[in-house]
T-cell receptor, first 111, second 114 residues
Framework: TQLLEQSPQFLSIQEGENLTVYCNSS?????LQWYRQEPGEGPVLLVT?????EVKKLKRLTFQFGDARKDSSLHITAAQPGDTGLYLCAGANTNAGKSTFGDGTTLTVKP | NAGVTQTPKFRILKIGQSMTLQCTQD?????MYWYRQDPGMGLKLIYYSVGAGITDKGEVPNGYNVSRSTTEDFPLRLELAAPSQTSVYFC?????????????FGEGSRLTVL
C-alpha cells in the first residue's frame, strides 16, 4: 500500500504570511495532485504535476514535484482568508485506476 | 452542468439498519469512486469501478457493497450499519482512461449511525 504523509496537519497563520505544506511518500508516483476542500463541499482540483522537478504556479500558489517523484510541496505567498480550507495531496500511478490521498493539512488564515 | 450528484445529503441510521447511497454522473466518465472522510482527515477509498460491470475493493471495503450496472450510476450499499460507519461519504468520477485525471466530487453524504 502506498502512503502519503502530509505535514503539518494543522496550520493557523495571519493574513499576509507565507506558508509551505508538504506531502511525502516512500513510493514513486506517476502523478501527484493537490486538492482544496472547503467545509461542506467536495474537494476541488488545484493542480496536477507529472514530471520530476516540475514547478507549477497558480496565482499565489506554487507547487513542486520532487525530482524522484516521491514528494511534493505547496507554497502560498501572502496568504488570504479565502485560502482557508483543507489541502489534500493525492498520488496515482499509470494504469492503477485509483489515487491515494494524504490525510490533509487544515489551513486557517486569520484576517 | 450537474456533474456528480449524491443523495441523500444527510441520513441518520440505527445500528443494524441498511441503506443505499446513490451516486450519478452525467459526464460519461468511465471511472467512479466511493470515499469516506472522517472529521479533519483525508479520503479513504472504499470501492471503485473502471467501467460498467466492473468493481474493485479499495482500502476500507468491509461493511459495504457496490454495483455498476450503467456508466452513470454507482450506488454504495451499507449492510448492518455500525457506529464506525459514521462518516461523510464522497462519490467521485474521472474521464482519464488511465485513472490519473482530475477527480470530480459530489457534495457528500453525511451519515450518522446511532
Amino acid at each position: 500500500t502506498q502512503l502519503l504523509e502530509q505535514s503539518p496537519q494543522f496550520l493557523s497563520i495571519q493574513e499576509g504570511e507565507n506558508l509551505t505544506v508538504y506531502c511525502n511518500s516512500s513510493s514513486v508516483f506517476s502523478s501527484l495532485q493537490w486538492y482544496r476542500q472547503e467545509p461542506g463541499e467536495g474537494p476541488v482540483l488545484l493542480v496536477t504535476v507529472v514530471t520530476g522537478g516540475e514547478v507549477k504556479k497558480l496565482k499565489r500558489l506554487t507547487f513542486q514535484f520532487g525530482d524522484a517523484r516521491k514528494d511534493s510541496s505547496l507554497h502560498i505567498t501572502a496568504a488570504q482568508p479565502g485560502d482557508t480550507g483543507l489541502y489534500l495531496c493525492a498520488g496515482a500511478n499509470t494504469n492503477a485506476g485509483k489515487s491515494t490521498f494524504g490525510d490533509g493539512t487544515t489551513l486557517t488564515v486569520k484576517p | 452542468n450537474a456533474g456528480v450528484t449524491q443523495t441523500p445529503k444527510f441520513r441518520i441510521l440505527k445500528i443494524g439498519q441498511s441503506m443505499t447511497l446513490q451516486c450519478t454522473q452525467d459526464m460519461n466518465h468511465n471511472y467512479m469512486y466511493w470515499y469516506r472522510q472522517d472529521p479533519g482527515m483525508g479520503l479513504k477509498l472504499i470501492y471503485y469501478s473502471v467501467g460498467a460491470g466492473i468493481t474493485d475493493k479499495g482500502e476500507v471495503p468491509n461493511g459495504y457493497n457496490v454495483s455498476r450496472s450503467t456508466t452513470e450510476d454507482f450506488p454504495l450499499r451499507l449492510e448492518l450499519a455500525a457506529p464506525s460507519q459514521t462518516s461523510v461519504y464522497f462519490c467521485a468520477s474521472t474521464r482519464d482512461t488511465q485513472g490519473t485525471g482530475e477527480l470530480f466530487f459530489g457534495e457528500g453524504s453525511r451519515l450518522t449511525v446511532l
